[in-house]
């Protein structure tokens, strides 16, 4: 079983940047697809930005693209997310997660995640 945790949250106002990791232990996780959701109060665990294991592909929700940006460093066993010009709207709290398959669902191994709250 990878464990997942996710780590860079904090406060910023509108139009600042955060930088979020992801570091997977206990099996490599350069085999799989990635991918960053998110969850505001009230609101459903949506999807944000996915990256394919071999890095040859990534998605983003119409909402972020231009501002956020996925990546990966397989020696480190990390996953990344540079969040750009964030938006009020953007304040929620983020998870990493592995992809059934690029494109599809969650496996459901899930981090706790880590809490983004931007300030107008």
């Known amino acids: 079983q990878v464990q997942l945790v996710e780590s860079g949250g904090g406060t910023v106002q509108a139009g600042g940047s955060l930088r979020l990791s992801c570091a997977a232990s206990?099996?490599?996780?350069?085999?799989?697809?990635m991918a960053w959701f998110r969850q505001a109060p009230g609101k459903e665990r949506e999807f944000v930005a996915a990256?394919?294991?071999?890095?040859?592909?990534?998605s983003y929700v119409e909402s972020v693209k231009g501002r956020f940006t996925i990546s990966r460093d397989n020696a480190k066993n990390t996953v990344y997310l540079q969040m750009n010009s964030l938006k009020p709207e953007d304040t929620a709290v983020y998870y990493c997660?592995?992809?059934?398959?690029?494109?599809?669902?969650?496996?459901?191994?899930w981090g706790r995640g880590t809490q983004v709250t931007v300030s107008s």
């Open positions: 997660t592995i992809l059934r398959w690029y494109g599809g669902p969650s496996n459901n191994n």
């Open positions: 206990g099996h490599t996780i350069s085999n799989y697809h």
């Open positions: 990256i394919s294991w071999s890095d040859s592909n990534r």
